[in-house]
């Protein structure tokens, strides 16, 4: 694994490349974009799953959201969806200059958040071939309805209305910027179980990381979160093969069967029996069992080698 950074305009990208094993800085190869969760930082799943890619052949990418992570950007742990779209962008440009890689064959996994901004990403930028997402989650649908999704968009109303108080706090009256956790630190009864297993992810020694700070900017952040629709036009603007990897206990699968169901493009959908949302962060059951999945995905949409390795 190689420590790099790499540009996004102004803003300083940090990444981690992971190479395969028998790697030939000489030949050209595949490459995916590793993108990671919410909240996550790229020494945590993103890295996993880059790591294990590498295994498989493929040059990976894991990086650092701008404004978060060891990557640069002010207000740090801003949480922009546009922003973090732009990031996938920019992190194609640098794999494109990379003399190693074949700049037409470059796809991105992504997991949770990440998967919905790949999502986004690919949908305007064709240099993306070919795409997965694992336990995907559109962003702003699941801040607007809830984790299940079965509250109105009207029910972000409250919320944008304590964001308007708060705004008005700091302009007019010198009040300090407040901050969200992306996940409970005290669940109680009500909190569902794939957060109270991310709780454990991101808080404990399981993957506890101390650049994953379990918070963002509460003004910054939600109004561009509450407005921003990570599948927007997917039934015409995504036109790539799409690998979609969820688990059958996740509450959040609605939104991976969502986005199977309205892409027009090539697709897949892959549902892993038992597997919960934060499984197929860590869990080698389940890692293993999308990893199975996306290799011979990847193989085929960026190598053009068929399942059976012809």
């Not at 995916?32 to 020494?43: A, C, D, M, S, T």
């Not at 996993?48 to 950007?73: H, I, P, T």
């Not at 399981?206 to 952040?221: E, M, Y």
Request: with cysteine; proline share 5%.
């Amino acid at each position: 694994m190689d420590a790099v950074t790499f540009s996004n305009g102004q803003i300083t990208m940090a990444g981690n490349l992971y190479l395969p094993d028998d790697f030939d800085a000489t030949g050209s190869h595949a490459a995916i974009v590793v993108v990671h969760p919410g909240g996550g930082v790229k020494e945590q799943a993103a890295g996993l799953y880059a790591s294990k890619l590498a295994e498989q052949g493929f040059v990976a990418l894991a990086f650092d959201a701008s404004f978060q992570g060891d990557s640069g950007g002010e207000p740090h742990h801003l949480e922009d969806p546009y922003a973090r779209v732009d990031d996938v962008r920019a992190a194609v440009d640098y794999m494109q200059t990379l003399d190693y890689v074949d700049p037409e064959r470059i796809g991105t996994l992504g997991i949770c958040a990440g998967g919905g901004y790949s999502v986004n990403a690919a949908m305007t930028d064709y240099r993306v071939k070919a795409l997965t997402t694992v336990s995907a989650v559109n962003i702003g649908t699941s801040f607007r309805r809830g984790w299940y999704g079965t509250d109105s968009d009207a029910a972000a109303v409250p919320t944008l209305k304590a964001l308007a108080g708060q705004r008005t706090a700091e302009a007019s009256k010198g009040a300090e910027p407040t901050f969200l956790p992306y996940v409970p630190a005290e669940p109680d009864e009500n909190t569902p179980r794939d957060l109270v297993e991310a709780g454990d992810y991101y808080l404990t020694p399981r993957a506890q990381h101390p650049n994953a700070k379990n918070k963002f900017l509460f003004t910054k952040s939600v109004s561009r979160i509450f407005t921003f629709d990570a599948f927007h036009m997917v039934e015409d603007l995504l036109t790539q093969p799409l690998l979609v990897v969820a688990g059958s206990e996740a509450g959040s699968l609605w939104m991976s069967t969502e986005l199977h169901g309205r892409a027009r493009s090539p697709k897949q959908l892959r549902i892993v029996e038992g597997g919960t949302h934060m499984d197929f962060y860590d869990v080698p059951k389940y890692v293993d069992q999308a990893i199975a999945a996306a290799t011979p995905f990847f193989r085929e949409n960026l190598t053009g080698e068929s399942a059976d390795g012809s």
